[in-house]
């Protein structure tokens, strides 16, 4: 059981003012080292975002998983056709490091898990023929609400020029299970124990990058709210509310400073085992939402690709 989930996502960005601005916004901590911001979830130890200032435009510069049995790891690289490498100038020397056959950037971390999430209260609905609230009311006044924080980070959706390759590299090399996908055009891999519907996702583009990372709140209330309310200090491009089929959770996006996409989400499908899972081969229909308002023009853009335009 190599892969055991998503520890963070690292960004070459050009600046660090707007990232730290947008990250503080949408709830996160962050702590300032020369040209380096770390941004993590209250009261977690570990980064979720790390943005290294600098360059001349965003750029994904790798993705960190917690795994065990990485010698075992090591071991399956190559026939996946990717490549063990030696550890980036700058950065910590340990675990694992590998590339895919598109060249993007993997760390493979052996490290405890962060405790437990805190238990949440049930989200009530009331529905025909089973009314679980009575005398009183769900909804504070909406002054009542503090911030929304997200609690952990849940996924991070990549670009990639072939999304079966880049699928068939993490299940045979990293040990992961492909969970859902939308024909060759996106796919959604999970760990194989105690996992949220995905960890590691890929939709189609000409070239590597980064799409969004997914943070869980608490209730579908919270996505609203958070989405709500950082759309509203960014002043940016958003795709929601709404509620995807493939995981079934319901989502707020909202568009970084470089063009990609911060997610809120809550209610995601969970796969505890994953020897008892199927996975489905979605039509196009379904492989974004099953409701919600229209997607923006450039949901899907990539803008790390050479030769396009810088957003």
Same mark, same amino acid.
């Given at each position: 059981?190599?892969? /055991?989930?998503? +520890?963070?996502?690292? !960004?070459?960005? #050009?600046? $660090?003012?707007?990232?730290?601005? =947008?990250?503080?916004? &949408? ?77 993007? /950037?993997?760390? +493979?971390?052996?490290? !405890?898990?962060? #405790?437990? $999430?805190?238990?949440?209260?049930? =989200?009530?609905?009331? &529905? ?46 990293l040990g ?29 583009s000409p070239?590597i990058g ?102």
């Amino acid at each position: 059981m190599p892969v /055991l989930g998503a +520890l963070s996502v690292t !960004l070459e960005v #050009p600046t $660090l003012d707007d990232g730290v601005s =947008f990250y503080v916004d &949408a709830g996160l901590e962050v702590s300032i080292d020369g040209a380096i911001a770390q941004c993590r979830c209250h009261g977690q130890t570990r980064n979720s975002i790390v943005l290294i200032g600098g360059a001349r435009r965003k750029r994904l510069h790798h993705i960190a998983l917690r795994a065990d049995q990485l010698g075992d790891i090591a071991r399956r690289v190559a026939g996946a056709g990717g490549a063990v490498v030696e550890t980036p100038t700058g950065f910590e020397d340990r675990g694992l490091w590998v590339r895919d056959p598109h060249g993007m /950037l993997y760390h +493979l971390v052996e490290q !405890l898990p962060e #405790p437990e $999430l805190a238990w949440a209260p049930v =989200f009530e609905i009331n &529905a025909p023929g089973r009314l679980m609230r009575r005398s009183r009311s769900a909804m504070l006044p909406g002054a009542a609400y503090a911030a929304v924080r997200p609690l952990r980070l849940g996924h991070v959706l990549v670009f990639s020029p072939d999304v079966m390759s880049s699928v068939n590299f993490v299940t045979e090399a990293l040990g992961m299970g492909l969970a859902d996908r939308a024909q060759d055009v996106i796919a959604f891999c999970c760990a194989r124990k105690d996992s949220d519907h995905h960890v590691v996702a890929f939709a189609k583009s000409p070239g590597i990058g980064f799409h969004h990372a997914s943070f869980q709140v608490a209730t579908p209330d919270e996505v609203g709210r958070g989405g709500r309310r950082l759309l509203e200090k960014a002043k940016r491009g958003d795709w929601g509310f709404g509620r995807h089929t493939i995981g079934s959770n319901f989502f707020h996006y909202i568009q970084d400073p470089w063009g990609s996409w911060f997610e809120y989400y809550s209610d995601m499908d969970h796969i505890d085992d994953y020897a008892r899972w199927t996975p489905s081969n979605y039509t196009m229909a379904d492989s974004l939402a099953n409701w919600g308002p229209a997607v923006p023009h450039d949901f899907v853009h990539n803008y790390e690709v050479p030769g396009t335009a810088e957003f």
